[in-house]
């Protein structure tokens, strides 16, 4: 977990792509907010998760907000969640 999400925080969902080097992690705040964050993971980091943007100080109502602003901003994230549901599908 990044510093950049609070200990508080409890993180729902965390798909992230193929290679395992980008992943969104959508979380709940204990006021009942939801928010998501970007984050990469490059050799030269030694392995730890990076944040990309500041995405996680905006605030949703739900977690389908959330997860709905997430992929309008990811530009990676449609892509990683409509294979994976396709998947499922099958």
């Given at each position: 977990m990044s510093s950049r999400l609070d200990k508080s925080w409890k993180v729902l969902a965390s798909p992230s792509t193929a290679s395992v080097d980008r992943c969104v992690d959508i979380f709940l705040r204990p006021d009942g907010t939801y928010g998501f964050e970007e984050f990469?993971?490059?050799?030269?980091?030694?392995?730890?998760?990076?944040?990309?943007?500041?995405?996680?100080?905006?605030?949703?109502?739900?977690?389908?907000?959330?997860?709905?602003?997430?992929?309008?901003?990811?530009?990676?994230?449609?892509?990683?969640?409509?294979?994976?549901?396709?998947?499922?599908?099958?």
């Amino acid at each position: 977990m990044s510093s950049r999400l609070d200990k508080s925080w409890k993180v729902l969902a965390s798909p992230s792509t193929a290679s395992v080097d980008r992943c969104v992690d959508i979380f709940l705040r204990p006021d009942g907010t939801y928010g998501f964050e970007e984050f990469r993971r490059d050799p030269e980091d030694g392995g730890f998760w990076t944040p990309v943007a500041y995405f996680s100080g905006q605030c949703y109502d739900t977690e389908a907000e959330a997860l709905a602003a997430a992929r309008e901003r990811v530009p990676w994230l449609s892509d990683v969640l409509d294979a994976r549901n396709e998947t499922d599908r099958t």
